[in-house]
């Protein structure tokens, strides 16, 4: 009987010797770990925008860092998924240090079909989940949901008092450019009067900076007898990465 | 006379389990307590799970009083296995069946945390049960004696 009793003696005092061990090695593992963010980054792609997240990882610790999946999924104030973007890295070895960016592509056919996004401001949910094997022993899973502005290119657009001369037309404008982009490219536009006939057809150039006021006036020869105190006024905003149109009210 | 007699043997039988009990708490309150504290403080713990390590170090300290009491008895043996047991529920419940979920607020918004501790939880369940193992021979052996030392014949 004795020899058995040291036997499960010795045996549970081992599994316990191996077990505080690996506690106390995992945590001065996770606390060594070194978790670095770099600058996030935009650049145009073919279908749209592409944020560019980067980090690094310096595992410095006892254990392997294994199957470290980053899934991050944009959906907008409706709940509407928009993009969904994975990077995989298979395996950050103890002792190494591993750099990758996390690429999230948002294509604007996505956006454009929710042509509110360009006119008013709005947010967007990042929902952002992360698994890894630790040790390859726990998996680990990290989840967080980050409400982030967004701001329309055309916000607040809004057309003022129409002047006329005797066979021209000036179209008051204004708009704040509250997007992170630059917007270039044309207006074209057509007024109608409030039966809605056509009075004048123009074009000018765009040119506004992000976070800056756009507030102008185009001038175009009209047939001013069809004026009207009211009527709207089709706009056609043609960009590099967009193409999108607006009725707007005028008096 | 003969009640006297037992009294004094029963004391004698009583004070070095009570002053080992006394030790062996001590010792294992500090080494439960104090030295995690020192390693770490508690206060950097989520609330549910401050509570728990306290429950654990009463769980902890209980049983060591208890068995060093009764120990050379087979109440020793008894609340050896209750202690294992104990500490099987105990563990599952702060596992929370092998998942922990936690919730870390952040500047910009909070983080969950979820870590699968099923292996960690099983190895721990795992030791626990052989305690028990090697309490049911150690309470075979205990019975064992005592029938042998109830069988031998009376000293001429």
Redesign the interface.
């Known amino acids: 009987?004795?020899p058995?009793?040291r036997a499960?003696?010795i045996?549970?005092i081992m599994?316990?010797i191996i077990?505080i061990v690996f506690a106390v090695t995992a945590l001065y593992s996770v606390m060594k770990l070194g978790i670095g963010f770099g600058e996030p980054q935009f650049f145009p792609s073919s279908r749209g925008i592409v944020l560019s997240l980067p980090f690094s990882l310096n595992n410095s610790g006892y254990y392997d860092i294994s199957k470290l999946n980053i899934t991050t999924s944009i959906t907008d104030s409706n709940g509407t998924t928009l993009s969904t973007s994975d990077t995989f890295v298979p395996l950050v070895s103890k002792g190494s240090n591993v750099e990758a960016a996390h690429n999230i592509t948002i294509e604007l056919s996505d956006v454009m079909e929710n042509i509110g996004l360009l006119f008013n401001d709005s947010f967007f949910m990042f929902d952002t989940f992360v698994s890894l094997n630790f040790a390859r022993?726990?998996?680990?899973?990290?989840?967080?949901?980050?409400?982030v502005p967004w701001g329309a290119p055309f916000h607040n657009l809004s057309v003022g008092e129409i002047q006329s001369n005797n066979d021209s037309i000036a179209v008051p404008l204004s708009f704040e450019n509250h997007s992170f982009f630059d917007i270039t490219g044309t207006i074209e536009l057509d007024v109608y009067n409030d039966v809605n006939e056509l009075i004048a057809t123009g074009e000018t150039s765009l040119a506004t900076p992000s976070q800056q006021l756009y507030g102008g006036q185009i001038d175009m020869p009209a047939d001013v007898s069809k004026l009207t105190e009211s009527g709207r006024v089709h706009f056609i905003f043609v960009t590099p990465i967009f193409a999108v149109e607006r009725w707007v009210p005028y008096g | 006379m003969v009640e006297k007699g037992n009294k004094k043997g029963l004391m004698r039988r009583l004070i070095p389990n009570v002053l080992k009990a006394a030790l062996w708490g001590t010792i294992t309150f500090l080494f439960v307590y104090f030295l995690p504290m020192l390693l770490y403080p508690m206060e950097l713990l989520p609330i549910e799970y401050s509570q728990f390590f306290y429950v654990f170090v009463g769980i902890t300290v209980f049983f060591t009083v208890i068995t060093k009491l009764f120990s050379g008895t087979i109440l020793e043996h008894a609340f050896n296995m209750t202690r294992a047991l104990v500490m099987i529920i105990y563990l599952i419940a702060v596992f929370h069946g092998g998942i922990i979920r936690l919730t870390m607020p952040m500047e910009e918004a909070p983080v969950n945390l979820a870590a699968d501790l099923t292996a960690i939880l099983a190895i721990l369940t795992l030791v626990n049960l052989l305690g028990i193992a090697k309490t049911m021979f150690q309470i075979t052996e205990f019975l064992a004696k005592k029938t042998e030392s109830s069988q031998l014949p009376e000293p001429q």
């Open positions: 009987m004795k058995a009793i499960l003696g045996a549970t599994i316990w077990l022993l726990v998996p680990v899973q990290l989840s967080m949901n980050i409400p």
